[in-house]
T-cell receptor
């Protein structure tokens, strides 16, 4: 059974600081996704990572994928308050197209 | 191009009543997925449908829950005889094709409260 673990589950950081969220998964997968969710809202797609060594950046967020280690990271650079949200990684179970989600990392960026 | 639409956005039902959740996929998308999110949890897969077909319902509880995606109209997730444990946010996602690298686009969700 595919399992996806994120850590930390809660992250409180100051504006301007850097931090990394980790996503480990238990079995081989083709695709890994990062989503952002604001309270009471739906999921906003941030990144789709398809191959080993893939790195994508958008603004202050950068995601990478190491399929050999079954690990993805979401790096936050110089955090700002607007980044406060819950971030989920999700792994596509091979051949099925259904996504298995981590529990999410609730990020709070303090002024 | 309108995104994935879900209605109602909020639904309150008493124990024992039926809940019907509707999902209209994005234009051109023929694949629909339903996920459930409990408070402070990630989303859990329930069912994957194409038009008139259930492809994978491995995440759906065996009793009281059913889903359909008819040839015409939205996909429906139906929960019969709701219980308090059914209270959750239910999200629908759609994608254009299976077996191709297309991501799933999520709707705004239906928040079900069972009293």
């Amino acid at each position: 059974e595919l399992k996806v673990e994120q850590n930390p589950l809660f992250l409180s950081m100051q504006e301007g600081k850097n931090y990394t969220i980790y996503c480990n998964y238990s079995t081989t997968s083709d695709r890994l996704y990062w989503y952002r969710q604001d309270p009471g809202k739906s999921l906003e797609s941030l990144f789709v990572l398809l191959s080993n060594g893939a790195v994508k950046q958008e603004g202050r967020l950068m995601a990478s994928l190491d399929t050999k280690a079954r690990l993805s990271t979401l790096h936050i650079t110089a955090a700002v308050h607007d980044l406060s949200a819950t971030y989920f990684c999700a792994v596509e179970k091979g051949g099925s197209e259904k996504l298995v989600f981590g529990k999410g990392t609730k990020l709070t960026v303090n002024p | 191009n309108a995104g994935v639409m879900q209605n109602p956005r909020h639904l309150v039902r008493r124990r024992g009543q039926e809940a019907r959740l509707r999902c209209s996929p994005m234009k051109g998308h023929s694949h629909v997925y339903w996920y459930r999110q409990l408070p402070e949890e990630g989303l859990k897969f329930m069912v994957y449908l194409q038009k008139e077909n259930i492809i994978d319902e491995s995440g759906m509880p065996k009793e009281r829950f059913s889903a359909e995606f008819p040839k015409e109209g939205p996909s429906i997730l139906r929960i019969q005889q709701v219980v308090r444990g059914d209270s959750a946010a239910y999200f629908c996602a759609s994608s254009p094709r299976r077996g191709v690298i297309y991501e799933q686009y999520f709707g705004p969700g239906t928040r079900l409260t069972v009293t």
